[in-house]
Nanobody
Framework: QVQLVESGGGLVQAGGSLRLSCAAS????????MGWFRQTPGKEREFVAA????????IYVDSVKGRFTISRDNAKNTVYLQMSSLKPEDTAVYYC????????????????WGQGTQVTVSS
C-alpha cells in the first residue's frame, strides 16, 4: 500500500508561482511513473503532467506547457510540480498519483492517489 500526501497549495495572484509536493510512504516510488491531475467541481479529473521513474521523460497537457515543470527526488520519495505564470483557470484541487504503467495521461492507469491540495489563483 502506498500513501501519498500533497502539500504546497494555497491562494496566489495571477502571474504568481507555487510548488506542489507529493510525499510518499509505504513503498519506494523509484520504480514507478508519477502523475499530477487536477479537478474542479462538476468536471472530470484532468491530466496535468507525468514523469517516468528515472525522471528522464515528462509529458504535459498543452495548457500548462512552458509554465509547469514536474520533477522528482527518488531519494526523498517525493514528486514536485513547479507552477509558474499561474492563471485563474489553473484553480483546482491538484492530486498526485502512482502509475501502474509507463508515463501516461489516462487516470484509469493510476493506482494510488493522494487526497489533493487546493490551488486558487485570483485575477
Amino acid at each position: 500500500q502506498v500513501q501519498l500526501v500533497e502539500s504546497g497549495g494555497g491562494l496566489v495572484q495571477a502571474g504568481g508561482s507555487l510548488r506542489l509536493s507529493c510525499a510518499a510512504s509505504g513503498r519506494t516510488l523509484s520504480s514507478y511513473s508519477m502523475g499530477w491531475f487536477r479537478q474542479t467541481p462538476g468536471k472530470e479529473r484532468e491530466f496535468v503532467a507525468a514523469i517516468s521513474w528515472s525522471g528522464g521523460r515528462t509529458i504535459y497537457v498543452d495548457s500548462v506547457k512552458g509554465r509547469f515543470t514536474i520533477s522528482r527526488d527518488n531519494a526523498k520519495n517525493t514528486v514536485y510540480l513547479q507552477m509558474s505564470s499561474l492563471k485563474p483557470e489553473d484553480t483546482a484541487v491538484y492530486y498526485c498519483a502512482v502509475s501502474t504503467v509507463y508515463v501516461t495521461r489516462s487516470p484509469s492507469e493510476y493506482r494510488y492517489w493522494g487526497q489533493g491540495t487546493q490551488v486558487t489563483v485570483s485575477s
